[in-house]
């Protein structure tokens, strides 16, 4: 088993709208000096936040799907496919497909926080698409489990998110005790630990840490306090060649 720790204070950090928005980056863009390199099919992992409110200007978006995972709060999002803003709720989920081309801008509300993930497709396919844009609310997500141990898929088997790149997501809600979290074959994982603490082996995790889990297809844990763990899975050989291979 390989599991690579990255303390919350560690990640690189970011801010838009004059520090507005405040941003934590557990994988950062390749010019930013990452300390930790894009992976798989993952390329960028900024965890923002806003306690008085901001806005993200416009900007272009090509060949990438861009998602948005609404923590806390409320956002509001805006496309040059649409022309109009489109709020989303804490559970909601957004994606851009970015494909030929777009621009996006976003606000985040009063007391939001959200994840921004973006995923790397096979770039001589997308880029010949046009781009696509979907929202999804936070009941359309199926969640199972019992005893202390809620799994949320939000990309995935039953889930209705579907995109060109290879990835599951999924949110673990846990009581606090011992745990077992299953991955496919021949795929790592980046976990994210949005509330509690909990022990991966010797490692200790607590809120805002995030680490990478690799070579390990049952993932044994403790959460000393409930806990809620985001999950991003991908395959440990991507299918094609990535655009963040092609730039080492």
Do not use: C
């Amino acid at each position: 088993m390989s599991i690579q720790l990255l303390r919350s204070q560690d990640q690189n950090t970011g801010a838009f709208d004059g520090g507005k928005i405040k941003e934590r980056k557990p994988v950062a863009f390749p010019g930013e000096n990452p300390m930790l390199q894009p992976f798989s099919t993952l390329f960028y992992w900024a965890h923002a936040w806003s306690h008085h409110g901001g806005l993200i200007g416009e900007h272009p978006h090509r060949g990438f799907e861009i998602m948005t995972f609404v923590l806390d709060g409320s956002i509001e999002h805006y496309d040059s496919k649409n022309q109009k803003w489109i709020p989303l709720q804490a559970g909601d989920v957004q994606i851009i497909r970015a494909g030929s081309g777009i621009t996006h801008a976003e606000k985040l509300n009063p007391g939001s926080r959200m994840f921004q993930i973006w995923f790397d497709p096979n770039l001589q396919q997308s880029l010949g698409k046009p781009a696509t844009y979907d929202d999804y609310r936070a009941e359309s997500f199926p969640t199972v489990g019992e005893h202390g141990f809620k799994v949320t898929t939000f990309i995935g088997p039953d889930a209705p998110i579907t995109m060109d790149t290879p990835v599951q997501a999924r949110r673990f809600d846990l009581s606090k005790g011992e745990h077992t979290i299953d991955w496919a074959a021949d795929h790592m994982a980046g976990l994210f630990l949005l509330d509690g603490e909990l022990d991966i082996g010797e490692l200790e995790l607590q809120k805002g840490d995030f680490a990478l889990t690799k070579e390990e297809n049952h993932l044994a844990l403790n959460a000393t306090t409930n806990a809620v763990l985001f999950a991003i899975e991908v395959p440990e050989t991507t299918p094609y060649p990535t655009y963040a291979a092609s730039r080492q």
